[in-house]
């Protein structure tokens, strides 16, 4: 299993608003060993409401016998910055008031969040990443991290994600942070505030995250005669529920605010000028029903990446089918390492020739 660690920045910390962090902590997690070349790191990324703790939700990518092996890779998660797994975030005690941020807690973009993983890049001393691993605003901020240090990311593996968050991707935030809005508790300084908003705007975002035929596939009532409490509608309260006991509406917002700002071609020129100097090989990696980030948004990404890779995973479960296909992921992956490979050897055959 991984191993957990905190690292600690004492230092202030400028956000890209001009804000600062007196001082920022990131949870993070490791697995496997740092090989004596160092170079067999792969970084994770997690999405909105993921954690460090990688071998949950890609369970299938990461452990023995598996793809990223711990006996043949190490593996680096951190919570992001604004999280509630353990990194500073709105529920964490402000040094200067030594009380907890709240909604004083000021707004980050991806841009803040991949300068706080560099910092802890450079206190683990890695300088090189075989492969920075991303989806959904994971993949995001994978992406804005290797324009940034376009040395250090070998590889980029960017799944279900985009280069610049859409109007319809923005939208269905605001919807939801509306929701959170109407909560009463939303204007009190306390751990829970929002917290019945967060489980309606979880239920809208479930809309976004899944797919018709997911639903048609899984919360279809088996008779003809039913009325009211049908099963689409307890799964939504469900949804709700689940996410407010291990989640806080201040993160949901903060993060969820981070996810609109992002943009690779600000002050970069534009999309494809930023896109274009993308060093990494990278792969981008769709699902054909994504309601979210829908895969034109990849092909975009894929037709400015220099050399860049594309593959589709074939999915009825929406945004969410890069958290469920496990095995067209897999596959994915493996056919953009052996593609690398297979060009190697033509060249040393070229050499040799």
């Known amino acids: 299993m991984p191993t957990h660690h905190l690292f600690t920045h004492t230092s202030t910390f400028e956000l890209e608003s001009g804000d600062t962090l007196p001082e920022l902590r990131l949870a993070y997690a490791t697995y496997g060993t740092l090989n004596e070349r160092r170079d067999n790191v792969v970084w994770v990324c997690h999405a909105l409401t993921g954690s460090p703790d990688f ?34 975030g709105p529920l964490s005690i402000n040094p200067k008031t030594q009380q907890p941020y709240y909604h004083t807690f000021p707004q980050v973009t991806n841009r803040d969040v991949v300068g706080a993983f560099d910092l802890l890049r450079q206190h683990l001393g890695l300088e090189r990443v075989h492969t920075l691993l991303g989806g959904s605003l994971g993949g995001q901020q994978a992406l804005e991290w290797a324009l940034q240090q376009p040395e250090i990311f070998e590889r980029l593996v960017h799944v279900a994600s985009n280069a610049r968050h859409s109007p319809w991707g923005i939208a269905f935030n605001e919807s939801q942070r509306m929701a959170i809005r109407q909560d009463p508790s939303w204007g009190t300084a306390t751990e829970t505030a929002g917290a019945e908003g967060l489980k309606t705007a979880r239920a809208i975002a479930m809309l976004s995250y899944r797919h018709y035929n997911t639903y048609a596939a899984t919360q279809q009532e088996p008779g003809n005669s039913i009325t009211d409490n049908f099963r689409a509608s307890s799964y939504q309260v469900h949804q709700g529920e689940k996410l407010a006991k291990r989640f806080n509406a201040y993160t949901y917002w903060h993060l969820s605010k981070a996810m609109d700002s992002h943009h690779v071609g600000r002050d970069r020129g534009g999309l494809e000028k930023a896109l274009a100097q993308v060093k990494a090989r990278t792969l981008f990696v769709g699902v054909n029903s994504d309601l979210l980030f829908p895969v034109e948004e990849q092909r975009f990404m894929h037709a400015h990446v220099p050399g860049s890779s594309f593959y589709l995973i074939d999915s009825n479960y929406g945004h969410d089918g890069f958290l469920v296909e496990f095995t067209q992921l897999k596959e994915a992956i493996v056919q953009f390492y052996q593609g690398e490979q297979k060009e190697a050897e033509v060249d040393f055959e070229q050499q040799v020739g």
């Open 55 to 88: 071998t949950d939700w890609w369970c299938d990518l990461f452990g023995d016998g598996k793809l990223y092996d711990p006996r043949e890779w190490f593996v680096v998660c951190a919570n992001t910055l604004g999280g509630c797994y353990g990194s500073t």
